[in-house]
């Protein structure tokens, strides 16, 4: 059985190591990142693309005389090492003197399990044979399926002059589909750690139903509805509230809705961050190398805790929770790895008394629009629906919406017992339940 393309760990450490050690520089930091990945694509029911990739990332971050300096360069090799590290002292020095940000010295990471032999040795024939049972059901229906199916397994490990040495392994499986009919379409997809937990039978009736019944959608009044959101947008809202608010530099530059201590959304919401929980896709430390904690973002509605990376944890007076981006940077800390506390409901039965409402599959094309208020602004896509005496009756057009998301949160009126993991296609992942909520603003 072929694996993954991944240099040796006892070869890397050593590599980090020696690069340390000749570095001229007060303090040095080496980060590698190094990756194995495979895509399989397919439209209009059929396999149309097959590419992989395998590459590294040699990042080298130097302080001299209170100046910082990064470089980096995709090569493992004694002649990149000197490189790199030369080019990282020559920016240093051509830097003002400015605030540095702290390294952190060394600690215990618990390890996680984030590695599968499975998906390390997928193979084309193993995603063709995935992606051909979503196709010839869509075929049989007389719909057409696109999307993409990807395996990966990567390493990453990050040294410094301090002491730190960190190194995990972990692997990846993501699949999406769109099916398409004449008249609409449908949106499924997956991502586990090990590509067993990928079920293509029920990836394939879920994205197939979907598309089945959003064909002929017929226009909806715009105005506020009570909804319910499926995992796909719940995840979706996560991300955004990390990105706006759940960052301790977020605060620090009062731009974040978070108000510790305070009362910010219903009683039922609870939300965190947990790099440790397999469950997600779990990290032992992060971009700084320090190791991850739990931290509690929104407990029973009111506003808990902060992500701290080295800079921002520095400025409060505190450690670092672990949530530190490569540094330096300006976006700060970062929650990658959010869960949100499941309720007692069956999915289905989210809607079963609401007499006029809107059932949501999945956002599209969301933006931002004021951070401080927790706005946003998107389309719905593949599969809204008109919810009515407790059943969908009939799907609708796709609607612009514009809203608060803890006004929205605010409302939460039950979650769905199940949850699903929805990997991100940026960063990180989320694990969420499906949610109703009183109110929610489509405005056109």
């Known amino acids: 059985m072929e694996v993954a393309r991944l240099t040796a760990e006892g070869e890397l450490k050593q590599f980090m190591i020696g690069l340390l050690e000749r570095s001229p520089a007060e303090q040095t930091e080496v980060m590698v990142t190094e990756w194995d990945s495979a895509l399989t694509r397919f439209a209009n029911n059929g396999i149309h693309q097959n590419v992989a990739e395998r590459n590294v990332s040699v990042r080298v971050r130097v302080v001299k005389d209170g100046k910082t300096g990064v470089a980096s360069i995709n090569q493992l090799n004694e002649a990149a090492a000197a490189d790199v590290l030369k080019r990282a002292v020559a920016i240093a020095e051509l830097q003002p003197r400015s605030e540095v940000v702290p390294l952190p010295g060394p600690a215990p990471a618990r390890p996680v399990e984030a590695w599968s032999d499975a998906t390390a040795a997928a193979t084309p024939e193993e995603r063709a044979d995935f992606v051909q049972t979503i196709c010839a059901k869509a075929g049989q229906a007389g719909l057409k399926a696109f999307g993409a199916y990807s395996t990966s397994a990567g390493q990453f490990a990050i040294a410094n002059s301090l002491g730190v040495l960190h190194h995990q ?165 970062f929650a990658v790895n959010l869960f949100m506390q499941p309720g007692t409901a069956a999915k289905a039965d989210l809607m079963s008394d609401i007499k006029r409402g809107i059932w949501v599959t999945r956002f599209w094309y969301v933006r931002v629009v004021h951070p401080k208020a927790s706005i946003i602004t998107g389309m ?50 989320s694990r969420v339940p499906a949610v109703r909520l009183k109110a929610f603003d489509f405005t056109s």
């Open 380 to 429: 719905t896509r593949e599969g809204t629906f008109l919810i009515e005496n407790g059943k969908i009756t009939r799907p609708v057009k796709d609607l612009r919406f514009t809203q608060s998301i803890l006004e929205g949160f605010q409302g939460t009126l039950a979650l769905s017992r199940s949850t699903k993991l929805q990997v991100s296609e940026y960063l990180g992942a």
């Open 169 to 333: 392994r972990s692997t990846q499986g993501t699949v999406n589909s769109v099916v398409m009919g004449d008249a609409g379409s449908g949106y499924a997809d997956r991502g586990a750690i090990d590509v067993r937990e990928l079920d293509k039978n029920e990836l394939a009736t879920e994205v197939i139903d979907k598309a089945q019944r959003n064909q002929n959608a017929q226009p909806v009044e715009p105005g506020v509805y009570e909804v319910v959101l499926e995992e796909y947008a719940v995840a979706e809202m996560l991300e955004f509230m990390s990105f706006m608010g759940f960052g301790a530099l977020a605060v620090q530059e009062e731009r974040s809705f978070m108000k510790l201590g305070e009362k910010i959304t219903g009683d039922q919401v609870s939300i965190w961050d947990d790099g440790l929980d397999r469950s997600g896709i779990p990290a032992s430390f992060d971009f700084e190398g320090v190791p991850k904690q739990r931290v509690d973002l929104i407990t029973r509605g009111v506003a808990s805790g902060l992500v701290y990376d080295m800079q921002t944890a520095t400025r409060a007076g505190r450690q670092s929770t672990g949530h530190g981006l490569p540094a330096p940077n300006t976006e700060g800390p």
